[in-house]
C-alpha cells in the first residue's frame, strides 16, 4: 500500500521551492549545490540545474514523469536520475539532497555512522556512506540506492547527504537531523572515541518509542 498521499503537481512545485529556500537558510545548501524533489502521482517536481536555491520560485521548478521526461519547465537537477530512482525503489513522496558542511564533512573519514544516538532509530538506523563516484552519474544513483536500503537517509562520500519522507517536511526534518546527527559525531570523535550504544540500550530504546507511537496513534 502506497502510504504517500497525492498532492497536485502545483503543491508539488510550490513545496519544492519552499524547501530549496529553507534549506539556503539553513546553510545546508550553498549556491546551486543541491536538490529536491518532490512526487505528485506518476510525476516529479524538481529542482532545475544550475539554480540558485535560495532564490527558487515555484515557476523555476521543473516537473519530469517517472522515466525522466520532462513535462513542463527547463533542464532538470544533475542528479535526476538519483531522485527517480528513489521513488522507483522505495515508497517515497519527497527527497532532499545536500551538501551540508557536517555530513560531507563525515562523508569523507567513515564509512558509516555509528549507533552514537538513538535517534538514529528515526532513520532507520547507522547511516551508510555511499562509495563515491561522479556527480550525476548512473553508479552515484546506484551506490546511493543500494546505501539506502532500510535507511531514510544516507552520506555520499566526498559528496553529501540525501534523505527521504513521505512528504517534503519529513524529508526536510530527516535532513535536518542528519546534520545534527553529523555535528554530535564530529565534536565526540574530535574530543576522544565516542561510545557506542550497546544492543541492550537500544532494544530498550526501539520499546521506548513503542510505546510514544502507540500513545501518539491512541490520541489521534
Ligand atoms: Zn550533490
New binding site residues.
Partial sequence: MLRVMSISVAEAREQVAWVSRRLAEERLVHGS??NASVRAGDLVAITPTGSVLAELVPGDVVVVDLDGTVVEGGAPSS?LELNLGVYQRYDAGAVV?C?APLATALSTIVDELPWIHYELMLLGGPVRVAPYAT?GSTELAANVLAALEGRTAALMAN??AITYGDDIRQALERTLLLEWLCEVYWRAAAAGEPRLLSERELAAAAAAFDRQRSIVDMSG
Fill in positions: 549545490a543541491g542528479e539532497h551538501h556527480f559528496h553529501g
